[in-house]
């Protein structure tokens, strides 16, 4: 099979099943990592976006999509990380939020939060903590215990109501 015979849509479809590393319940598209599929010739070229620059994953999962898509028979194939314009909360799709949420972890709240304290080393005051909402109980009477979770991209709370722990997504 080559590049031509296959539509845009089937590599989308295909990429909608590669799921994220970190998070196995979602999809790299659902997460909006994968920016634009084109193709330049008969070459297809995928854009991703990481969630933050450097994010650790980003090696792994330009590697599922490579795999996943040479797996279909794409065998030329470009994949471009484009930093800029930078991710945002804003891709991840709704059936995305959703899955964090069933998955346990609180999705992100608003895009506007102030990190630049965490980035800069800031004192913490210029930090704005976002309300987060317990994945389990939907309570929003949480505290930010760590903040760093299972991996980066995540902070751990604590729920004060059901006093589940959780991860918060704030990776944006
Ligand atoms: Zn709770």
Redesign the pocket.
Known sequence: MHAQSVTLDQVWSWLGEVPDPEIPVISVVDLGIVRDVAFDGDECVVTITPTYSGCPAMQVISDAVGEALRARGVDKLRIVTQLSPAWTTDWMSETGKAALKGYGIAPPVEQAIDISGLRSGVKRGAFKEPEVA??????T??QLTSQFGSTPCKALYK??????P?DYFKCH
Not at 134 to 139: L, Q
Not at 159 to 164: M, Y
């Open positions: 317990c994945p389990n109980c939907g309570s009477h949480t729920c004060l109501d059901c006093r589940e959780f």
